[in-house]
């Protein structure tokens, strides 16, 4: 750990802590009730309370997940899509025909939810109509835009853009190699991609334009959009990583801001809702606050217990998830 951040302010005692018994992969808020993704069979929900219940929803490792804020999407290698609310209730949203692994998981606008088994992308509409799109290989990463019905999906040698109501083709932006992950911006302008190795690419959608982000020491797992829309955040390095998107260029020609360099890989980002602010979690068990202007830190978490795998925010920012591939797990309350 750095010096700065070894004489840090703390916020761990205000960490109400959760026994999960197994590695958490994700975690969600469904409104007052904290959902965190196991790795393997189920969800386990705490209310307020303190009080939790496991749910199971796979027979198996739970491969993704996402959330709407109402329920918390996950895929599993028993070929299942589910839907686990925060009364508990667990619902099938699909099972796969041929009983392949559901890589993906993706919650969009107007209650559409996306998911990929193999090389076929499937989208579900509110209204539970279903549309499927098969690709150039297997899908790496699921996202919605902002606005209206359009998935991003990447695969081997690009990201297909797919208006699933739309009977025009779905548009291919191409660049080679596998694209592992895929991100939208806020504003709808821009996507980015997560490669197979330490890098990203990102197109302008208006035009195509390519944009090159390369500097990574390993590949990169997470990202997540500032709260102003105006900077992406990054794992893939020993400190966080931040791509500017402010004005028409957003990233080309400039490189990214880099704060709380430490001894470690960052391997979980969550950036606060409403504030210029992101959680970071590190491999070694490290979760720090943040502050974007100016990089000052605040500990959430001390180092132990595996590394931080997930990290959410609620939807105003006052409580923070974090779990770990230990089970370590809790709520920091701000």
Not at 205 to 233: I, N, P
Not at 276 to 294: F, H, K, Q, W
Request: with cysteine; net charge negative.
């Amino acid at each position: 750990m750095t010096e700065t951040s070894a004489d840090a302010p703390s916020l761990t005692e205000r960490t109400r802590t959760v026994a999960a018994g197994a590695p958490v992969v994700a975690a969600a808020f469904l409104r007052d009730v904290t959902a965190f993704v196991l790795g393997e069979d189920a969800v386990l929900l705490v209310a307020e309370t303190g009080e939790a219940q496991r749910v199971p929803v796979h027979g198996g490792a739970i491969l993704c997940a996402a959330s709407d804020g109402a329920q918390v999407i996950t895929g599993g290698d028993d070929g299942r899509v589910m839907a686990t609310d925060a009364r508990g209730a667990a619902g099938l949203i699909a099972a796969d025909a041929k009983h392949r692994w559901i890589d993906a998981v993706a919650a969009g606008p107007n209650g559409a939810l996306a998911w990929s088994a193999g090389k076929d992308a499937f989208v579900r509409s509110r209204k539970g109509e279903e549309r499927c799109l098969s690709v150039a290989s297997t899908v790496g990463g699921l996202a919605f835009a902002p606005k209206g019905l359009r998935l991003a999906i990447a695969h081997y040698n690009g990201v297909t853009l797919w208006f699933p109501n739309a009977q025009a083709p779905a548009e291919t932006l191409e660049w080679k190699g596998y694209h592992a992950g895929v991100t939208i911006s806020p504003d709808g302008r821009y996507l980015v991609s997560a490669m197979q190795e330490p890098a990203l690419h990102g197109w302008r959608l208006a035009d195509g334009k390519h944009m090159r982000m390369t500097g990574y020491t390993a590949k990169v797992h997470a990202m997540d959009w500032s709260a102003d829309g105006e900077e992406l955040a990054t794992s893939g390095a020993d400190q966080l990583v931040l791509w500017p998107f402010r004005g028409k260029d957003g990233p080309m020609g400039k490189g990214p801001r880099l704060l709380a360099p430490m001894d470690q890989q960052v391997c979980a980002v969550a950036c606060h809702p409403k504030e210029p602010v992101a959680a970071v979690g590190y491999e070694n068990g490290l979760t720090l606050l943040i502050r974007l202007e100016d990089g000052a830190e605040v500990v959430a978490k001390h180092p132990g217990g595996g590394a931080v795998r997930a990290l959410a925010w609620n939807k105003r920012g006052t409580q923070l998830a974090f779990g770990t591939e230990e089970g370590e797990a809790g709520i920091v309350v701000l």
